[in-house]
């Protein structure tokens, strides 16, 4: 008979594909080492047990404890694996981008999870990892794994995962890219790949635009389980040859791509990997060898990524048929700051013919979430003729109510609802705010299908 003592022995030994239908096939070899196939879905359960093993071994963690940890859900579905077979209550902190599934999927395993925003500072008290530490502290035999900054996690890669590559390529990898989340998966692989290949080996990671590893400014992004606001000690910075850095338009593009010419269904994480994996093809020799590590499946995100009206919705399709949304934007999206007085803001509105406008500090290309909210020309002067504000009061004073969005991709028709309750809407492209939409505008852009076909407003 065959058979495992539990599902802790599943862990590893993950396979290698080739990729041949988002790679040329005439060019290097890339192979894709698909991390779902460990038990609970992720590479994450390999840092998992090495961290909860690390905790008894010291005494962090005793019988009956509690194990905290702040996740986007991989590694907190590893931890519930490993809590279920040993005897571990678990509690867990998510911000709140983490998809639907991915909650459901900690629930299912029995652990207790409290969601946070996902758009406040580090130092913000529900800033996810400060509930994490906070909850560890409160309760009684708590431990925090803290995957960001404990050792384990890259001595788990150091020494099962980098071997395991090193194995399965028979040495003759000349590359290896995988995502920064924690950075523990490319410090351990690579720093055993450098080692043990006297330097020959490639290590790349693959970083979202917004996240600290590559250099950017910190700014929100969609895709969920990479990318950090700073630089946790889990990350050697000293390992990794090259970060290369993905936008989330490229990485969803290349995830949706895996599952339709692969077969491949992962996340917008794998999705980054790969396309960075692609881009060092294009440049590498065409004998190199590129094992890129998919670290999860996709069907955590079957309500993101891979849901049509939700990628519409965000402006991450083009304009179809018929008369889209983006017909009806202008140039710019119009941006206050919070100090401008509402005197000004009226001018602006009245010689750009913009009916509304949004209000944030953050400087061009704006993420939705850094914008505080939004006023309106009709409002101001409804507040200044009954004598609510004064013109030289500051419009961060008198925000509307927040305006619904649109993608740009749309139909108009999609959007006419939205303005009809609310006045108008936010066009997104890519992800990232690009106009408001007023009804003055979706008229402009029917006009000429009203003199052709009579169609009327």
């Known amino acids: 008979m065959r058979f495992h003592d539990s599902m802790l022995d599943l862990v590893g030994q993950t396979p290698l594909v080739r990729l041949v239908g988002v790679a040329d096939g005439s060019g290097p070899l890339v192979l894709a080492k698909l991390e779902q196939f460990n038990p609970g879905g992720s590479v994450k359960d390999r840092i998992a047990v090495g961290m909860v093993t690390a905790a008894e071994r010291d005494g962090s963690l005793r019988p009956g404890g509690t194990i905290v940890e702040p996740t986007s859900g991989n590694t907190g579905i590893g931890l519930a694996l490993v809590a279920a077979r040993r005897g571990y209550r678990c509690v867990f902190t998510c911000p709140d981008k983490v998809s639907p599934n991915k909650i459901a999927a900690l629930r299912a395993y029995g ?122 000690d889990a990350f050697d910075p000293a390992v990794p040859d090259e970060i290369l850095t993905i936008g989330d338009a490229e990485a969803i593009r290349v995830t949706r791509r895996l599952a339709q010419a692969e077969g491949i269904l992962t996340g917008g994480s794998g999705g980054m990997a790969v396309a960075a994996a692609l881009r060092v093809a294009e440049r590498a020799d065409p004998d190199a060898v590129i094992v890129v590590l998919i670290p999860d499946s996709g069907r955590g995100y079957l309500t993101t990524i891979f849901d049509d009206d939700w990628l519409a919705g965000r402006g991450f399709t083009e304009p179809a048929d018929g008369v889209p949304v983006a017909a009806a934007i202008g140039p710019d999206l119009p941006v206050l700051q919070p100090q401008e007085q509402l005197g000004s803001a009226l001018r602006r509105m009245r010689g750009t013919r913009a009916g509304h406008m949004a209000v944030s500090v953050a400087a061009p290309p704006i993420r939705l979430p850094e914008i505080v909210g939004f006023v309106s020309e009709h409002d101001i002067a409804v507040r200044v003729a009954t004598g609510q504000a004064r013109l030289d009061a500051p419009v961060a004073e008198h925000l509307i109510d927040p305006l619904p969005t649109v993608g740009w991709g749309q139909q108009l028709d999609t959007a006419a609802a939205r303005i009809a309750e609310h006045g108008a809407c936010v066009v997104l492209r890519d992800g990232l705010p690009v106009a408001i939409l007023t009804a003055t505008d979706m008229a402009a852009a029917l006009e000429p299908e009203h003199e052709t076909t009579g169609s009327s407003l």
């Open 111 to 232: 652990a207790e999870v409290v969601v946070c925003p996902a758009a406040v500072p580090m130092a913000h008290p529900r800033f996810y990892r400060n509930v994490a530490a906070r909850l560890a502290a409160e309760i009684p035999g708590a431990h925090c794994c803290d995957q960001y900054n404990n050792p384990a996690n890259p001595a788990a890669h150091y020494a099962v995962t980098g071997p395991e590559i090193w194995e399965q390529t028979q040495g003759r990898l000349t590359h290896f890219v995988a995502g920064l989340g924690t950075g523990g998966t490319v410090s351990g692989v690579g720093r055993y790949l450098h080692e043990v290949s006297a330097g020959a080996v490639q290590v790349i990671g693959a970083d979202p635009q917004g996240s600290a590893y590559s250099g950017d400014e910190v700014r929100p992004y969609y895709v969920e389980g990479v990318g950090q606001p700073s630089m946790p």
